[in-house]
């Protein structure tokens, strides 16, 4: 028997029991923006069922759903306090499963190694990572299409970050099988993934002690300087921590870069216009960022309190998802969303990054390398174009992060 609450498309005591809005329909993984708009704009704060049945509220507006993000009483542990004698592990504590103050203590030992200028003294040697994929590619490729998400999205964020992380090149192709299988777990045993949680816990542990008896410049360096400094964490949090920051770390850029190349093959002018003129890259990145993001809603929330977004009221207890997308089509925030605009100035008010808390700690890094892959790239082809129809992508991956399986291109000589 459903003994889930009636399903309502509207405030039900102005709407009563309406038929269950889809977002997950066909269509959405391509253009999730597409079916958000329409409930936005008929019921911004709507019931929803989840893909595993379960009830939510959806916040579409973008006011509603800065505030959302702001709002203390949705809570992302949903009131859960963590025991601190429970042995952890690597992802036992996710930052995005805690709430302040917990979540604050932790958080503040990430925040100092992450920043921009910690991220621009990695630029060379990221662009060095940019420029060796793409020589590769172009061996490789004759002149024939290049695969872009294998050629160059994968590979290139995971070089990213191991030299954030400073991870040596013999541990790294060590590395990279966990961190991918765990990035996605499609078709995956439990064995496999408990295999593959344990071997990043080793290497986050290994690292710590190097770095311990060898500090440098690194985020592993650079975060447990900040908690001999400032304490307040276990070891096991710092590992786990770690673990975390490599994990979200990769296939949200992955992603984020494939997604980019889709939005310029959609629109050659604004490709050809960023060619010409590449120091306007940095800000078409974030207007990139709102035009498509790979993740619809933020985490899901728990109302520990009767919440008001407007008229509606969420009943304290219920789950609830901010939608992002929605937010970042709103026409309220950004006039005349559904154009690509690389000039927009209200590009940077996206709210792809989340916002509060527990914004993105690595909004920079990934800024950085979408700049280095969009400067790459368009400087080395003078044209880029889809190598099948761009209706034809697969998308595949959750309602809460979509994922391009492949991305094949077909380049134009060089620039
Ligand atoms: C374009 C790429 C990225 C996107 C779109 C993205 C998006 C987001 C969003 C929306 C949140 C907030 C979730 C919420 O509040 O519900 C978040 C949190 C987080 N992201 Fe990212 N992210 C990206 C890249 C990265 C990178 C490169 C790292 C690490 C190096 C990272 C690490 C994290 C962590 C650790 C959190 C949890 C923060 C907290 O709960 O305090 N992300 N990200």
């Known amino acids: 028997m459903d003994t889930e609450p009636a399903v309502t498309a509207a405030p039900p005591a ?16 391509a253009r999730p923006e597409e079916t958000l708009a329409e409930i936005r ?36 542990s949903g009131g859960r306090v963590p025991d601190p004698d429970v042995r952890r592990r690597a992802l036992d504590v996710t930052l995005v499963n805690y709430d302040p103050p917990d979540h604050t203590r932790i958080r503040r030992l990430a925040t100092p190694a992450l920043t921009p200028a910690r991220m621009t003294a990695h630029r060379e040697r990221i662009e060095q990572a940019a420029g060796e994929l793409l020589d590769a590619a172009d061996a490789a490729r ?26 040596r090149e013999e541990e790294r192709a060590a590395l990279y099988e ?9 078709g995956r045993t439990a064995r496999a993934v408990e295999e593959s ?26 975060v447990l300087a900040a908690w001999h400094e400032q304490g307040g964490a276990s070891e096991d949090e710092v590992a786990s921590l770690l673990a975390m920051l490599l994990l979200a770390g990769f296939d949200s850029t992955v992603q984020a870069i ?12 604004v490709q050809e216009s960023l060619r010409s003129e590449p120091g306007r890259i940095p800000r078409a990145v974030d207007e990139l960022l709102r035009w498509d993001t790979p993740g ?9 309190e009767d919440v008001r977004f407007g008229d509606t009221v969420i009943p304290a207890g219920s789950g609830v998802l901010l939608s ?13 969303p559904a154009t690509l605009d690389p000039d927009r100035g209200t590009a940077g008010r996206h709210l792809s990054f989340g916002l509060g808390p527990h914004y993105c700690p690595g909004s920079a890094l990934a800024r950085l390398e979408l700049t280095v892959t969009l400067t790459a790239v368009l400087g080395r082809w003078h044209r880029l174009e889809p190598a099948v129809p761009l209706h034809e992508l697969a998308w595949g991956g959750g309602y809460l992060h979509r994922r391009l399986a492949a991305l094949p291109v077909l380049p134009h000589g060089p620039a």
Do not use: Y
């Open 14 to 29: 102005a709407a009563g029991r309406q038929p269950l809005p889809e977002p997950l329909g066909p269509g959405f993984l």
């Open 41 to 76: 704009e008929t019921c911004p704060v709507a019931r929803i069922r989840t893909p595993a049945g379960r009830p939510a509220w959806l916040v579409t507006r973008a006011e509603d759903v800065r505030a959302g993000f702001l709002d203390p009483r949705l809570s992302l």
């Open 142 to 167: 004759g002149r024939g299409p290049v695969e872009l998400m294998d050629a160059f999205a994968r590979p290139f964020a995971f070089r990213s970050l191991c030299e954030v992380f400073a991870v």
């Open 178 to 186: 966990p961190v991918a299988l765990l990035a996605d777990k499609t």
């Open 197 to 222: 949680v344990a071997r990043i816990d080793g290497f986050v542990r290994g690292e710590m002690a190097r770095r311990e008896a060898a500090p440098g410049e690194d985020v592993v360096s650079r």
């Open 258 to 269: 494939g997604m980019s190349v889709v939005a310029l093959l959609g629109h050659p002018d």
């Open 296 to 304: 619809p809603f933020s985490t899901k929330r728990v109302a520990l």
């Open 324 to 336: 992002v997308a929605a937010a970042n089509h709103d026409p309220r925030c950004h006039a005349d």
